[in-house]
Nanobody, 123 residues
Framework: QVQLVESGGGLVQAGGSLRLSCAAS????????MGWFRQAPGKEREFVAA????????YYVDSVKGRFTIARDNAKNTVYLQMNSLKPEDTAVYYC????????????????WGQGTQVTVSS
């Protein structure tokens, strides 16, 4: 069983930055692929980024490439999403997710989800 708790959301002006954190419970954090999804009002949940179990490979949706960076610290059981050059269209609730399967994380069918953290980007 894995529990995920996100933090770091908030209100920021366009062009600004935020760093989201996701703290995971359990001693097997390093076994899991970690990812971030987001859901804007009236829209479906969207894959944002993922990182493999040791942090060697990262994956991003095209709309955030070059602006967002996903990273993990296995010693702290934490995954981060550094978001730079934020745009109003990045406004959404951001969810942390994990699974042992990369495909499940990227497809949004993973076993574990956090409660979400709101990110609002004003124009």
């Amino acid at each position: 069983q894995v529990q995920l708790v996100e933090s770091g959301g908030g209100l920021v002006q366009a062009g600004g930055s935020l760093r989201l954190s996701c703290a995971a419970s359990g001693r097997t954090f390093s076994y899991y692929v970690m990812g971030w999804f987001r859901q804007a009002p009236g829209k479906e949940r969207e894959f944002v980024a993922a990182v493999d179990s040791i942090g060697g490979y990262t994956y991003y949706v095209d709309s955030v490439k070059g602006r967002f960076t996903i990273a993990r610290d296995n010693a702290k059981n934490t995954v981060y999403l550094q978001m730079n050059s934020l745009k109003p269209e990045d406004t959404a609730v951001y969810y942390c997710t994990s699974d042992t399967r990369l495909g499940a994380v990227k497809e949004g069918t993973s076993n574990y989800w956090g409660q979400g953290t709101q990110v609002t980007v004003s124009s």
